[in-house]
């Protein structure tokens, strides 16, 4: 069974400049939740979808915004990139809506993004 | 806010002992807890996971102990490998929603 995948692994951005992530879960996951991770900042949780409907929402500013599909795909997307959006953007998908069951999120390898 | 703590520290371990990982939480309304370790490269993956109805649960190689009068949470890796060497998480679910609230991770270093 294939994992969760995301694309692009790498990408480099500038400032000002708008940034489009995909995650693939892992076949029959209906849930894809996105986080970003700093260096010294643990994981931060940025938004759940569940059946094409975003069900949670981080902490973030309206420039991080990302949409689900039919297929349980989903993007995020970043507008405006500031330098501070550097990050590794992580996907992670789960058979059932959030945590309150088994807990396991199944992570992708993530984007790394460095804006300049 | 809800936060849970963990210091960023990098932790030593002669191979072959045992390993303890600490975790502080805020927040007493949690109701379940998760440990993930990630390698470098990767992303995170699921070790063991805790609730609040519990005091201490078991693994293969691993044991996750609750002290919820303190809010602590720690994980304990029995003969430590090579293959143990990885950042750390630990993680809380409040219960209010479906996020869970994740600490800033722990190096975990092996020493041959």
């Known amino acids: 069974k294939a994992g969760v995948t995301q694309t692009p692994r790498y990408l480099i951005k500038t400032r000002g400049q708008q940034v489009t992530l995909s995650c693939s879960p892992i076949s029959g996951h209906r849930s894809v939740s996105w986080y970003q991770q700093t260096p010294g900042q643990g994981l931060q949780f940025l938004f759940e979808?569940?059946?094409?409907?975003?069900?949670n929402k981080g902490n973030f500013p309206g420039r991080f915004s990302g949409r689900q599909f039919s297929n349980s795909r989903s993007e995020m997307n970043v507008s405006t990139l500031e330098l501070g959006d550097s990050a590794l953007y992580l996907c992670a998908s789960s058979p059932v809506r959030g945590v309150t069951n088994t807990g396991e999120l199944f992570f992708g390898e993530g984007s790394r993004l460095t804006v300049l | 806010g809800e936060s849970v703590g963990l210091h960023l520290p990098t932790l030593s371990v002669q191979e072959g002992d045992n390993s303890i990982i600490n975790c502080a939480y805020s927040?007493?309304?949690?109701?379940?807890f998760i440990w993930y370790k990630q390698e470098s490269g990767k992303g995170p993956q699921f070790i063991i996971d805790?609730?609040?109805n519990m005091d201490k649960r078991q693994g293969q190689r691993v044991t996750v102990l609750l002290n919820k009068t303190v809010k602590h949470l720690s994980l304990q890796i029995a003969a430590t490998q090579p293959g143990d060497s990885a950042v750390y998480f630990c993680?809380?679910?409040?219960?209010?929603?479906?996020?869970?609230?994740w600490g800033a991770g722990t190096k975990l270093i092996i020493k041959p």
């Open positions: 979808y569940f059946s094409e409907t975003q069900r």
């Open positions: 993680a809380e679910n409040t219960g209010s929603n479906y996020q869970l609230i």
């Open positions: 927040n007493s309304a949690s109701d379940y």
């Open positions: 805790i609730r609040s």
